[in-house]
């Protein structure tokens, strides 16, 4: 049984609603309870009228944790998107990292649908797979520079109030740093994303499925920035993978691999 658990259905068979009740106090009448019979505290919890109200107050007493202060939340925070980005990177930048996975997964440019229908209808359905290919090809080059970019924002992005994103969903930090950071981690991101682009001649593959359209009659000639486009779909499906990151390390303690991760997230548990 968890000491929590025990804690709380010895602080409501005692009857001590008081906050200012010493926690070292309770705490030993708790493992005295559980080791005499911590099955009938339990029971008795449950048949208390005013369980609510005092799970209430004992709860509230339980989370005053003096020891964990905002600045730990804060460095615990930092540092599960540290490692959330890098192991993020690393998973996107394996060979089908983009891909093959549904959740990066780059598409065709929506602007651009029309002329892909058309185009496959003209038999040019091989063209526009190897195009695809080359779009996610180059997202997957691009997440091998990745580390150091998502690092610098990090480093540098300011959190006030740490407790407000531990306490928040199981995705808070990354959307934080989404909200807080985007724009300029897209700035920095795209001169590696044009030398990608570049790598795995993503142009190459686009000019003569360009050219071929833009001669049919009637249509609205197609030349989307493929440089921006790869840009945000590849900083979109790194934050997708940081936040399956963020969540893991909420929820599992093996993925808190270091003391300030076990000190923060073991703190919310």
């Not at 209430?56 to 020891?67: W, Y």
């Not at 649908?113 to 195009?131: N, P, S, W």
């Not at 076990?262 to 548990?269: D, L, S």
Request: charged residues 25%; contains cysteine; glycine residues 4%.
């Amino acid at each position: 049984m968890k000491i929590h658990s025990i804690l709380l259905t010895a602080y409501i068979i005692c009857g001590m609603s008081s906050k200012s009740q010493n926690i070292n106090s309770l705490l030993n009448k708790a493992k005295d309870a559980a080791i005499t019979n911590s099955t009938s505290i339990i029971d008795a919890a449950k048949s208390n009228t005013t369980t609510s109200n005092v799970i209430n107050k004992a709860g509230g007493l339980i989370g005053q944790n003096k020891e964990l202060t905002n600045d730990d939340v804060i460095k615990g925070l930092k540092e599960a998107l540290t490692i959330g980005t890098s192991n993020s990177a690393s998973l996107a930048s394996k060979t089908d990292g983009f891909l093959k996975n549904s959740k990066v997964f780059i598409p065709w440019p929506t602007e651009a649908k029309d002329m892909r229908a058309k185009l496959i209808k003209m038999g040019m359905q091989k063209k526009v797979t190897e195009f695809e290919t080359s779009l996610n090809r180059a997202a997957e080059e691009a997440a091998k520079k990745a580390t150091p970019v998502f690092s610098d924002a990090i480093t540098s992005m300011s959190i006030s109030d740490g407790f407000a994103i531990l306490n928040g969903s199981d995705s808070a930090a990354t959307h934080y740093l989404r909200e807080k950071t985007f724009s300029p981690l897209k700035e920095k991101f795209m001169p590696v994303v044009k030398e990608a682009i570049a790598t795995t001649k993503v142009t190459s593959y686009w000019s003569p499925l360009a050219t071929a359209y833009n001669k049919l009659p009637g249509v609205k000639k197609q030349n989307p920035d493929l440089n921006d486009y790869v840009c945000t779909k590849a900083v979109n499906g790194l934050m997708i993978l940081i936040l399956d990151e963020e969540a893991k390390i909420r929820k599992d303690p093996a993925a808190r691999v270091s003391d300030i991760l076990k000190k923060v997230f073991g703190y919310k548990k």
